[in-house]
C-alpha cells in the first residue's frame, strides 16, 4: 500500500506545475486524498482536500483560487494543479489517503494530518526567479 507524489521541480513565480499522487497497492475509490505542503523551517500544513468521489473539495486559505485538486479513480491518481505560484508555495508536498470507512467527529477533520493513514514520500516544489 503506497502513495507515490510527483511532479514538483522548479518554476518561476506566476508559473504552473502540476502534482501527482499515484496509488499503488490499493484502489483509490474508497479513499479521501488530502494535500499537505512543508516549507523550509516550518511545520507540515494541509493544503487542499478532495472527498472519495471528488464531489468535495476543499482549500486553505493561502491557495484558494489558484490551485485546483482533482482525481481520477480509473487511474487510481489524484491531482493538484498548482497556479500563479508564489516564492512563499516553496515546499515539499505530501499527498495523504484516509479511508471514508473511518469515522470523523468535526467538521475540520481533513485538515488535521494525523486523521490520514497512508502518506506518500513528498515532491519538491521551488518557486524562484
Known amino acids: 500500500v503506497q502513495l507515490q507524489a510527483s511532479g514538483g521541480g522548479l518554476v518561476q513565480p506566476g508559473g504552473s506545475l502540476r502534482l501527482s499522487c499515484a496509488a499503488s497497492?490499493?484502489?483509490?475509490?474508497?479513499?479521501?486524498i488530502g494535500w499537505f505542503r512543508r516549507a523550509p523551517g516550518r511545520e507540515r500544513v494541509w493544503v487542499s482536500f478532495i472527498s472519495s468521489s471528488g464531489v468535495g473539495t476543499r482549500y486553505a486559505g493561502s491557495v484558494k483560487g489558484r490551485f485546483t485538486i482533482s482525481r481520477d479513480n480509473a487511474k487510481n491518481t489524484v491531482y493538484l494543479q498548482m497556479n500563479s505560484l508564489k516564492p512563499e508555495d516553496t515546499a515539499v508536498y505530501y499527498c495523504a489517503a484516509v479511508s471514508i470507512m473511518a469515522v470523523k467527529s468535526y467538521s475540520t477533520w481533513y485538515t488535521n494530518e494525523n486523521e490520514y493513514t497512508n502518506w506518500g514520500q513528498g515532491t519538491l516544489v521551488t518557486v524562484s526567479s
Open positions: 497497492g490499493f484502489t483509490l475509490d474508497y479513499y479521501a
